[in-house]
């Protein structure tokens, strides 16, 4: 009897190290990946180690604030299900929607479709 092996998961070819991040940075970037669904994880996860290593502080604030909506409401705005509302539109929202616009937002390189 063979033990179950799960299959290698493709690598998301990080620019950096998460140990290299300073503790508000890996905190964030841990609240990004572990949203609550999977399509949240995936493009507010994607989104994070893309650009956190270079946010400025100010940026990390709008991301924290970001960070406090609920996944559904995320999901449909970056996903254009819905549009932001005016009241919730920041730079941080209207750029990771921009960027989670593109075909295959979230998924590692290897696995897009061309």
């Known amino acids: ?28 970037l841990f609240r990004a990946r572990h949203r609550g669904t999977k399509e949240a994880d ?25 960070l406090e909506y609920p996944d559904v409401d995320l999901a449909d705005w970056l996903s254009g299900r819905r549009p932001i509302p005016p ?3 920041s730079p941080m929202l209207d750029r990771m929607a921009v960027e989670c616009a593109a075909s295959g937002a979230g998924l590692p390189e290897g696995l897009r479709r061309p």
């Open 42 to 66: 995936l493009m507010i996860g994607a989104f994070t180690e893309r650009n956190i290593a270079g946010f400025s502080a100010a940026e990390l604030d709008e991301l924290e604030a970001v």
């Open 1 to 28: 009897m063979r033990l179950y092996m799960a299959p290698e998961m493709p690598s998301r070819d990080m620019p950096f190290a998460p140990e290299s991040l300073d503790p508000r940075r890996r905190r964030l």
């Open 87 to 89: 009241e919730c539109r």
